[in-house]
């Protein structure tokens, strides 16, 4: 396409009504059609980048290839579209305004004094256009985090009006509202859409197509009522109901002709349907599966959005093995030798989650002790992996204090040591080893087997690693070290030849794993998980 088309995505009257799903599904069904799209997160809070949120502030923190820690969503539109987000998909307020405060410091403003508007919007305008501006991609899709009316998000709006004026047909907006069913009126209220669209034209922004979120069916009446109360054609209105699974979504929006409303109202020709082919083969296989495989989780944040990614990898490589994932979440914090088996007996494997801080790590210490000598499907990820080190450090080493230097600086053995580039770091923010690093993995071990590859490059979020004075030690009494980084010789992967299942890695495979390429390792972890329970049900039957 000659010209670069952009899609703003707002939301209005609450939050979590999926503004980050109905982003990646028009990412999705545009893609589908042929074009290049990137989606692109605009978050009004403050903070510089989410990584020094608590996740029960803002669920988990995603990773991008190029290193910078992000929201969520952005984890959705690389599952939804394939494609690999970097650092420019996702600006906070704290960018802008620190860039905007470097060029002042600079003198660039040239003695002006420094405002929101022109300032801060001028900032805000150059990073959505960022990307587009490169040339490669046909759309530019820009979901802003928030909903219309809250006051850190003015300046984005106040933006986004200026842009929707100077691409002029090259612009839409796309709003998001919720409409809540009042079971003692047993009705379908429109009035909070009517006020969030109101809200938005107050501020100067006509949204184009109108996406209802609802939990009852609307009817087409409802529908032309909202488009005519709105400003909006009426085929510009679309719904959308709760669904089994976020997967299905674009396939919904498709069949309401969301795709075709975009491409009508930036005038573009619209074409063939495309046939989401493969898309719609993953989720017949999700349908598909009945049988349920139990995984815990041993974590210690009590909270879905926390550990996002590992839910949908598992939930991806659970349909590619034609089988329902159910995650149980165990609280590490309260995990002992007393209740580990009664916890953790039943499971067919267990994942133990990443993390930071002494809070709960004992815990999972007791659960890697327990799945390595119960011999259970057990995936280690980042301090799950650093806790199966130190397990087996303390038990099979028989270093009674090894412990990781983030939780005792002193220990003689500190299998988990802080990273030499991590020594004298005070800044929190931004400053661990973050993003695509390549590995080596040893042909011949599990992983290798999983990967069917000895080179592969994951994504990082860490301080500290696996200490390699203490690696031949480890190697001679049965714990391998499979994947090395090739440069630093950093120890990426830890297994335990002797167990069914026992790998631990320092790095996140979660970020990587999308719904048409699922990730080779939960692949495998489910797989198994699924082979030992059966083996199980068929020792008990065998027993009855
Ligand atoms: N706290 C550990 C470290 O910084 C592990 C981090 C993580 O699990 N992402 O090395």
Not at 257 to 273: C, F, N, S, V, Y
Request: proline share 4%.
């Amino acid at each position: 396409m000659a010209e670069t088309k952009y899609i703003f995505v707002t939301g209005g009257v609450a939050s979590s009504l999926g503004k980050g799903i109905i982003s990646s599904s028009i990412g999705k069904l545009l893609q589908a059609r042929g074009y290049n799209i990137t989606i692109q997160k605009f978050d009004p809070y403050i903070n510089i980048d989410p990584g020094t949120l608590n996740p029960y502030e803002h669920g988990e923190c995603y990773v991008t290839i190029d290193g910078q820690e992000t929201d969520l969503d952005l984890g959705h539109y690389e599952r939804f579209t394939g494609i690999q987000t970097t650092k420019a998909n996702n600006i906070t307020t704290g960018r802008i305004y620190q860039s905007v405060i470097d060029k002042e410091r600079r003198g660039d403003y040239l003695g002006k004094t420094i405002q929101v508007v022109p300032h801060i919007t001028d900032e805000i305008k150059r990073d959505m256009k960022f990307l587009g501006a490169k040339g490669t991609y046909d759309f530019v899709i820009t979901e802003i985090g928030g909903t219309v009316g809250d006051i850190e998000g003015l300046p984005f709006l106040e933006a986004i009006r200026q842009l929707k004026w100077e691409f002029g047909k090259n612009a839409v907006c796309v709003h998001l509202t919720y409409v809540p069913y009042l079971a003692a009126a047993g009705e379908l209220k429109t009035k909070p859409t009517q006020h969030s669209v109101k809200e938005l034209q107050s501020l100067g922004i006509q949204p184009d197509i109108l996406v209802l979120r609802a939990e009852h069916e609307l009817s087409e009446s409802l529908r032309r009522k909202v488009a005519s109360f709105c400003n909006v054609d009426k085929d510009c209105v679309v719904q959308s109901l709760d669904l089994p699974s976020i997967y299905e979504v674009p396939v919904k929006m498709q069949e309401q002709g969301l795709d075709t409303a975009i491409l009508r109202k930036l005038q573009i020709p619209i074409g063939e349907t495309p046939g989401l082919g493969p898309w719609r083969n993953f989720l017949e296989r999700r349908r598909n599966a009945t049988e349920i495989v139990d995984i815990a989780l041993v974590g210690k944040y009590d909270l879905q959005d926390a550990y996002k990614s590992i839910l949908e990898s598992l939930s991806q490589a659970g349909t590619y093995n034609d089988y329902k994932v159910k995650t149980h979440f165990v609280n590490s914090e309260k995990l002992t030798q007393e209740n580990v088996a009664e916890k953790l007996e039943c499971m067919d494997g267990v994942v133990i989650c990443p993390g930071f801080g002494q809070r709960g790590i004992e815990g999972k210490i007791v659960a890697a002790e327990y799945c390595r000598k119960s011999d259970k499907p057990t995936f280690g990820i980042c301090l799950g992996m650093q806790m199966m080190v130190i397990e087996y450090a303390r038990n099979v080493l028989g270093y009674e204090d090894a412990n990781s230097r983030e939780m005792d600086g002193k220990t003689p053995h500190n299998v988990i040591d802080i990273m030499e580039e991590q020594k004298n770091i005070t800044n929190m923010g931004g400053t661990m080893r973050l993003g695509g690093y390549e590995c080596i993995v040893k042909e011949g071990s599990k992983t290798f087997e999983a990967y069917q590859s000895t080179k592969i490059v994951e994504r990082h979020r860490h301080r500290y690693e696996f200490n390699n004075d203490f690696k031949s030690e480890f190697e001679s009494k049965g714990m391998a070290c499979v994947g090395l980084n090739p440069e630093s010789d950093l120890v990426e992967i830890v297994e335990v030849p002797a167990n069914t299942w026992y790998i631990g890695t320092q790095f996140h495979p979660e970020y990587s794993s999308t719904v048409l390429k699922p990730h080779p390792l939960f692949l495998s972890f489910v797989k198994t998980a699924i082979a030992k329970k059966k083996a199980c049900s068929t020792n008990s039957e065998n027993f009855l």
